[in-house]
């Protein structure tokens, strides 16, 4: 489980596939600091599992199902990453909760710069825009973020310059590819509705908890 908010921008320093597997080795120093063999780490939001460490980075594989599912197989050597450990029990909720698993790629069609914000549009399937909803939370590439306005094709966010100094989305370019996750509560209500074949009513919404 993970918040969205990035802790730390790495960079990939090595990649290798052997037998359909892919290694990432990816450079870094804050979240290196308590890391453990087995600890999941999201990477542009795709939660991976840490296989080796040392003092300046650490390994990743990613199987030929994940990465059918993202942009990983497209990253090269020097490029920078988002990466985020495991929500801890101790710390601040300050995002929404992410699971690290994609549900689809997006691809950024505009982007319009001020000084105060960047707004950029991304275009996405049908599908994963019936799960969205305006000023509802969307993970992209990993990042926490709002849905500030919804259209049949696509979305727009906007960056503050926090998020624009923290993330690696203040450099991504129009066409570029990014990671969505929509939000896990939405997808778990869409469900209950669903199975609800003759709909809700007063007493099912209290059952429900509502």
């Not at 990939?12 to 450079?27: D, F, G």
């Not at 080796?52 to 942009?71: L, M, P, R, W």
């Not at 710069?113 to 305006?134: A, H, P, R, Y």
């Amino acid at each position: 489980m993970f918040t969205g908010i990035i802790e730390e921008v790495g960079t990939i320093e090595r990649m290798q596939t052997v037998q359909s597997v892919m290694t990432l080795s990816i450079r870094c120093q804050t979240i290196l600091e308590d890391m453990q063999i087995g600890d999941s780490i999201s990477v542009n939001g795709t939660c991976l599992t840490v296989t080796a460490f040392d003092s300046n980075h650490f390994d990743v594989q990613v199987i030929k199902g994940t990465e059918s599912k993202t942009y990983l197989n497209q990253l090269s050597q020097g490029d920078p990453v988002n990466l985020e450990r495991a929500m801890s029990g101790q710390g601040r909720f300050g995002g929404h909760f992410v699971l690290g698993h994609v549900d689809d790629i997006g691809r950024i069609s505009r982007i319009e710069k001020n000084n105060n914000s960047t707004i950029i549009t991304i275009q996405t399937s049908q599908d994963l825009l019936k799960q969205m909803v305006s000023r509802g939370s969307i993970a992209v590439d990993g990042t926490s973020l709002t849905i500030f306005q919804l259209r049949t094709n696509e979305f727009d966010i906007h960056l503050i310059p926090e998020t624009r100094n923290a993330t690696i989305l203040d450099k991504k370019r129009e066409n570029d590819l990014v990671h969505l996750e929509t939000d896990m509560l939405f997808k778990y209500v869409e469900r209950i509705i669903g199975d609800q074949k003759d709909g809700l009513s007063v007493d099912k919404m209290k059952a429900l908890g509502y």
